[in-house]
């Protein structure tokens, strides 16, 4: 009998796994076919969003953008580790700065495991080259115009805008962004190359795996600390005459080797650029993985008292509230934030930098000088996008720029104009509250209008959903392509 019954399962054994197949799709197809029309229809709405404000091509927005540039190198993280031989650490950690490789294991696996994006400055030199020799022959390796200038104002110049940017290129480098973008600066013998460690969602390193596809960015610049293209960028703002000046790339600053003194000097000449461009020019500071205490706090004295508007990721948002409020910068926090616990630090930060703004006003020439209020702040997040915007201020059209801001995510990290739903998923819950106090408002997700809008006090408060790429191209720039798109229909 047993054996009767063994040969029945034998005889029908292979028809199960075909049954099981059909039942899966007789029961999910409904599901999946739900889903695709709500992606498409996601979709739809935030490209007619987009599309709701043109750009004036009468006259092109003017944009002068600063500091420096770079070439990515742009690996697979995981790949380059193992080549090399790195052992996974025993303990993540973190480190301001990198002098060895095992600091790199423990730095990498600190920021790997939650995928959170980090870029350290590596003081041994010897090592950083090693890691490039060892990354150029790397299967799937590339080279692309890196920095957040650049990368800004390639975005901008895409997008319709006329670019004045500030930095110091090799004369290869110039030659490719002389075709778009007009550049202020010196000319420099060998352009510094940034390692770009990607790494997909999900990814495995010894017994570390990533919660998100990001990147661990690791350099040894010794040019663009120095924002070297400072003054022969300040003299052709002032013929330029832009509408917009966007400020980033100041994380090279961090942690490195400056003389007592130094980088305080170029600050404050930085704050002088700002102080004689016109009242009526918006500045935008583009903020990055800053660790340094110091630097944070210079920033806060010479940069961000004369910035209109700031732009940031979810892990330097809580890091700036932290420096505001007092306390500690926050190194690593939660890469998936809830919309609720966002919108409340984005108020928080602008209620604390606007009261610092009020305070300053009327004090004696010895005050720090905060001449500007915040009247704009955008946070991008991989689940969402998020914007405050001070009303009667001059930042217009802010949802369309919210949408706009939430497709150049899909575009930029699935390397493609065209996005496509197949290679898409959205992970922004169906509804959010709009903060974590108790009671609060919760606005569902509908997918015929998906940036939802209100306001509150003095400012209106955009939200949209981001559909995050499910085949990832390159996440290094996001941010930076991100920004620099909002920014663009604001003008």
């Known amino acids: 009998m047993e054996g009767g019954g063994r040969a029945s399962w034998m005889k029908y054994g292979s028809a199960v796994p075909l049954f099981v197949l059909i039942l899966a ?24 969003a987009e599309r709701k404000v043109g750009m004036n091509h009468v006259a092109k927005p003017k944009v002068a953008i600063g500091f420096g540039g770079c070439v990515d190198l742009i690996v697979d993280g995981v790949s380059l580790l193992n080549k090399i031989g790195l052992i996974p650490a025993d303990q993540p950690l973190h480190h301001d700065y990198l002098e060895s490789a095992e600091q790199l294991s423990q730095s990498f696996a600190y920021f790997f495991a939650p995928g959170a994006a980090a870029e350290r400055f590596m ?30 104002a390639g975005r901008m110049a895409t997008e319709g805008c006329e670019v004045l940017l500030g930095g110091s290129f090799s004369h290869d480098f110039t030659d490719v962004l002389a075709q778009h973008i007009t550049v202020a600066g010196n000319i420099v013998e060998e352009q510094d190359i940034h390692l770009i460690l990607e790494y997909p969602s999900g990814a495995k390193w010894g017994r570390y795996s990533s919660r998100r596809a990001n990147r661990y960015i690791v ?18 703002l002032r013929d330029f005459q832009p509408d917009l000046l966007v400020v980033g790339g100041l994380q090279m600053m961090d942690n490195f080797p400056f003389q007592s003194g130094e980088r305080g000097a170029l600050l404050s000449r930085l704050a002088e650029v700002l102080d004689t461009s016109s009242p009526t020019i918006g500045v935008h500071f583009e903020m990055a993985s800053f660790v340094e205490e110091s630097i944070m706090e210079d920033l806060l004295y010479y940069v961000i008292p004369r910035a209109d508007s700031l732009g940031m990721n979810e892990q330097e948002l809580p890091n700036l509230l932290s420096l505001l ?28 930098v606007n009261q610092r703004y009020k305070d300053s006003s009327g004090q004696g020439d010895d005050a720090q000088a905060w001449s500007k209020p915040l009247t704009r702040l955008h946070v991008h997040t991989l689940a969402f996008q998020a914007m405050i915007v001070t009303r009667g201020s001059q930042w217009k059209n802010t949802m369309s720029a919210t949408a706009k801001a939430s497709l150049t995510a899909n575009r930029h990290v699935c390397g493609s104009n065209d996005i496509d739903p197949s290679k898409a998923r959205l992970i922004m819950d169906d509804s959010f509250s709009v903060s974590r106090r108790e009671g609060s408002q919760r606005i569902p997700l509908q997918e015929s209008r998906p940036v939802s809008c209100w306001e509150e006090d003095d400012y209106e408060i955009c939200v949209a959903p981001v559909l995050v790429c499910t085949e990832v191209y390159q996440t290094a720039g996001g941010g930076d392509n991100i920004s620099a798109a909002g920014l663009v229909l604001q003008i």
């Open 25 to 48: 799709i007789w029961f999910r197809s409904p599901d999946n076919g739900e889903l695709d029309d709500r992606l498409d229809t996601v979709l739809s709405s935030l490209l007619r």
């Open 219 to 236: 350099h040894s610049d010794d040019h663009n600390p120095y924002l070297a293209s400072m003054q022969e960028f300040a003299k052709k």
């Open 123 to 152: 003081l041994n030199g010897t090592l950083f080259s090693e890691l490039v020799e060892a990354s150029r022959d790397l299967p799937g390796n590339r080279w692309a115009v890196g920095g957040n200038a650049p990368v800004m």
């Open 325 to 352: 409020k007092g306390s500690n910068i926050t190194v690593l926090s939660d890469p998936n934030p809830r919309v609720a616990t966002v919108l409340d630090q984005m108020r928080e930060v602008y209620r604390l």
